[in-house]
Structure formats: C-alpha cells, structure tokens
C-alpha cells in the first residue's frame, strides 16, 4: 500500500459521504413532512416513539439528522424531553439498514437474478435511471427520485473505492500487527467512538469496517468492540447540537449519550463474561461484511430491547447531570436546527402562523367590543396581542425566508409563499385594532358618544368584521379553497357597508344630530374595520393561490369575480348583504 492508495481511501471516503448526504437529503425531501406530521402522534408512548424514530432514519438514512431535529423541538418547546427518549432509541434499529445495503457487496452467484441484487451491478443502472429522470422529466418528484438513485450509486461507488484501497493491506505485515491491538476490547470501543466521531456518520464508520473486512484481517474479536463504539461516537453530533441551547435540550444529547453508553458497557459485560465461560470459538474468525450488519443489528436491537422499559431512569439521568436551577426555561421561537428537516420546519411554521391568527382574531374581538365603550381589559388585552403580533412577525418573517433558501418541493413552496404573504396581513390586524382602541379611549377622555343610530350601525359592522377573520383563520388552519373563496364576498359586503355608514353620517351630520369631531372619528373606525377586510381577503387570496399554483393571477380573479358575473360569487354576496343590512 503506498501514498495513493491513502489518497484512494480518502477520496472513497469523500463520495461514501456525499453519496449519504445526496441519498438523505432526498428521501427527506420527497416525505415532505409527512414522517414529521405523525410526530405528536407517534410519541405518546416509548413503544410507538421508538416505532417512528426508526420509520424516520430509515426514511432520511439518517440518525444524526433526526437527533438533531430533536435537539430542536425540545429546545422550540414543541416535545418533551420524556418524547425523545423512544424516538432515540428508534434510530439506532433505525441505522442498521445502511450496512445491510453495503454487506450485499459480497453477494456471488451464477443467477443473473441474484447477481443483480449486487450493489456493484445495480448502482451503475441506478444511476443511469436517475440521470434520466432528472433530464427528461419535468416533475419535481421524478427530479428527487433521480437524485436519491444517484446518491445511492456515488454512495456504492466511494465504498467501492475504500474496498479497493484497503485491499493491498491484507499483504502488509505492518496491518497485521496494527491490528493485534484491536483484541483489546477497551481499545476497540475507544477507537470505533473516536473515529465515528470524527467524521459524524455511524453509517460511514461501519461502511469502512466492512470494507477493512474485505483483506480478511478484521477477526470478530476486534469488529465487535469497534461497533460498540460507534454507537458512542455517534452522540458526539447529539453533543454539537445541544451548544447554546435550553436546560431540556441539553438533556437529549445526555439521554443519547447515556442510552449508547449503558448499552455498550452491558454488551461488553455480557458479550465478553459469556465468552469467558462458553469460550466462542468464532472470536479469531475474520469476519465478513454480512457477519458485521448482523452483529451491528443485534447489538443495536438488543440494546434498545434492554433498556426500553427504563426511559424514565435514562430522563433522571440527564436530569441529574443537567440539574434545574431558579431560572426560567426559555424555549427558542422556531429553533434554526429545524431548517435541517425543512419539512417539520414548514409544519412548524404553519402551527406558529395559526397561532398568530388567533391572536390577531383575539384583538379583533376586542377591538369590536369597544364599539359598546371603552374598558381596560379590552386595552390591555390589544395592548399584549400586539407585542406578541410584532414578535411573530419579525421571527416569523426571518425563518420563513431563511426556510425558503433550502432543498424544498415547488408544493412546499407555495406553503412558504402563503406564510411570508399572509404574516404581514394578521399582524396589520393588530395594528389597526390598536388604532380602533386609541380612537375609543380619545371619544371616552373627551366624555363624547356615537349617536344610537351609529351604534346600532356599528353592530351590524362589527359582527360581519368578526364573522370574516374567523372566516379567515378557519381557512388559514384547514387550508380550505372553498372557505376561502367565501372571503370575498363578504369583503365586498363590509365595503358597501363602510360606504352606506359614511353617507348615513353626512345626512345625520346634515340633520344636526352628530358632530364633526365624531364624525371625524366615526371615518377612522370606519376605515380601520375595513382595512380589516381588506387584510382578511389578502390572506384568502394567498390561500387560494397556493392551492391553484402560480397559475393563478390575484388581480385577474378579483376583477373577474367582482363584475357580479360569476354565480357563486354573487349568491354568497347576496347571503351576506341579506345577513348584515342596515
């Protein structure tokens, strides 16, 4: 083995981890969140947690990924510590697929068929496939696809290549002494930890033991150890991950290091007294690429088979070590680790913008309940909602376009296309309840009142004002085209109503029975609720848009809908009109 194997080794090394990375990246992209929907669900119980994490890595080919992703829910608040600990152990049964898919390496047959089940032989007319799709294809879908099959193949090709270098090993007395080192169990389980730490990939650190396997020179007595340790080394992305965040998400990378470190002091116990006692006649075998994925699932599977029942033990530990204090638990607004999986970082930002809905919704309901008379808890109320509005907007706002810039599908897309649009909308709901409340507490510091014809005006107003935001949020939250389509309608009613209050005030203005400085104010409440409106059919018209695609032109549906020539269009209105005339 000379210098350019060593360059051999590295460069296989290099594709083996781009191939990993191109291959996760997307099989995450084409789940679009779907794995991540079921996350609330699916965490209920340690066995339905442990179920999904390992659905999950299987999904993504990725453990390091998923702790990650943990490390910021905990931290956003979205799970609990006692949540992750299932899903934990889930990826490590999850993460033994990887080295069944290399173990076939080994396969060898006279059957075509069989001999096709070969990675060698697949990988080529994979990727072959893949560029293909990705050529002639337009769909978004069949681009994914193409690049998960090329990223399979890059990923077959690097391990081929680390096969190759470290063939001429087998011929070096020097290997062979390097390697009577490795009997030393300790010795092993250290250097497994430290080399799959290093370069962050359990999967690539087994991959390059299968390929050492190949010489011949690995026995069973010292791969067994280095697969021990590679569950340690693991951890150490848990370890990166958990760097300035809260007390809980700190705990997850201790829950994960205790978890893989228990297990591997037990398997070492167990595995190495039995040997004592049965004397496994096996130990100084060289062991195969196949023996090591099995050896790497039963280990991972009877770890977590172990210590399974004792997930409330794992959480006291972390808790012990990561110890509360007086201060409060600060949870991160939309953690950025959640940009690693844009789809749960989507959903996540969905469930932020409805809960900025309601909040707008709420001021709005205040906002509405001054028109009977100015009171403090309404002030105070729209006073909170709109720090909070101002918060949700400005995080909001930077995470959706930072998410915008990732490896999302055009559906996606459109999602964060309906967010950035309609944040700006509900927030300015905010505003101009704020403004409805100044103009309140002006007319009850001047000791002045809207006549009852007015009041009466302005409750007819008002409740077709509440029915169209909460209108708007059920649209927004069930993603509903048809309630959406509602919207518009009813904006058109507000508006005629705004008009027809505006002309009844000039003739009471006419008559005497109301003053200029009211009707000065009147015009501005009146124009903030219909502003109101106006922002309410804004969001209406991005949900619509993000459902028929970027066919769908905003100004063109408007003017056609609005000439009254459309049925639909013209029935809602006419139902609208009926419900709140003057």
Request: hydrophobic share 45%; proline share 2%.
């Amino acid at each position: 083995m000379n210098i350019f194997s060593i360059f051999t080794l590295l460069g296989g090394l290099a594709f083996f981890l781009y191939g990993m990375n191109v291959l996760s990246t997307s099989l995450e992209k084409m789940a679009g969140g779907k794995l991540e929907k079921m996350l609330k669900e699916m965490t209920s119980t340690p066995f339905k947690s442990l179920l999904f994490g390992a659905g999950v890595t299987i999904a993504i080919q990725s453990s390091s990924a998923l702790t990650v992703m943990l490390v910021g829910l905990v931290n956003s608040g979205i799970m609990s510590l006692h949540q992750t600990v299932g899903v934990l152990m889930g990826s490590n049964v999850g993460t033994t697929l990887t080295a069944w898919l290399l173990s076939s390496a080994g396969i060898q047959s006279d059957n075509f068929f069989i001999m096709m089940l070969k990675p060698d032989n697949f990988a080529p007319v994979a990727a072959f496939a893949g560029i293909l799709m990705i050529m002639t294809s337009k769909k978004e879908k069949n681009h994914d696809i193409g690049k998960m099959m090329i990223g399979f193949a890059i990923l077959m090709f690097g391990m081929n290549l680390m096969s190759d270098s470290c063939a001429p090993l087998a011929d070096m007395p020097e290997f062979t002494s390097i390697l009577t080192m490795f009997n030393n169990p300790i010795l092993g389980v250290i250097v497994g930890a430290l080399f799959t730490g290093m370069i962050q990939s359990s999967a690539a650190s087994v991959g390059i033991l299968q390929a050492l396997s190949l010489t011949g020179g690995i026995s069973f007595r010292m791969a067994i150890p280095i697969i021990m340790g590679q569950n340690i080394g693991t951890c150490v992305t848990a370890l990166l991950s958990s760097i300035g965040v809260n007390k809980n998400a700190k705990r997850v990378a201790v829950v994960h290091i205790a978890f893989n470190s228990i297990g591997t002091m037990i398997g070492l116990i167990v595995f190495y007294g039995l040997d004592l006692f049965l004397h496994f006649t096996f130990m100084n075998s060289a062991i195969n690429p196949f023996m090591i994925a099995v050896c790497h699932s039963i280990f991972n599977i009877a770890t977590t088979i172990l210590l399974l029942p004792f997930t409330k033990q794992l959480v006291s530990i972390a808790e012990f070590v990561i110890k509360d204090n007086d201060a409060e638990e600060v949870y991160a607004f939309l953690d950025e680790r959640l940009l690693n999986s844009p789809g749960l970082a989507l959903q996540e930002s969905g469930d932020m913008t409805k809960n900025m809905m309601l909040i707008a919704q709420n001021s709005v309901k205040h906002a509405c309940r001054l028109m009977s008379g100015y009171n403090e808890k309404s002030e105070r109320k729209i006073k909170e909602n709109e720090e909070q509005l101002d918060m949700y907007e400005d995080k909001l706002d930077s995470f959706l376009v930072r998410l915008s810039g990732q490896n999302v599908v055009d559906a996606d897309s459109r999602v964060i296309f309906k967010l950035l649009h309609s944040i700006n909308d509900i927030e300015r709901l905010g505003d101009h309840a704020c403004n409805i409340l100044s103009l309140t507490k002006s007319m009850e510091e001047k000791d002045i009142h809207f006549s009852d014809e007015a009041k009466s005006e302005l409750m007819v107003l008002t409740g077709a004002i509440s029915e169209i935001v909460e209108m708007t949020y059920q649209a927004f939250d069930k993603d509903d085209l048809d309630l959406a389509k509602d919207i518009e309608p009813l904006e058109e009613v507000v508006d005629r109503l705004v008009t027809k209050m505006k002309k009844n005030h000039i003739k009471r203005l006419q008559k005497g029975s109301c003053t200029v400085d009211l009707g000065y104010i009147l015009s501005d409440v009146l124009n903030n609720f219909e502003r109101m409106s106006d922002h309410c059919s804004n969001i209406g018209l991005s949900i619509i848009e993000s459902k028929l695609g970027e066919n769908f032109d905003s100004h063109e549906y408007i003017s056609n809908i609005r000439t009254m020539d459309n049925p639909e269009f013209k029935s809602r209105y006419e139902h609208y009109k009926v419900k709140y005339s003057l």
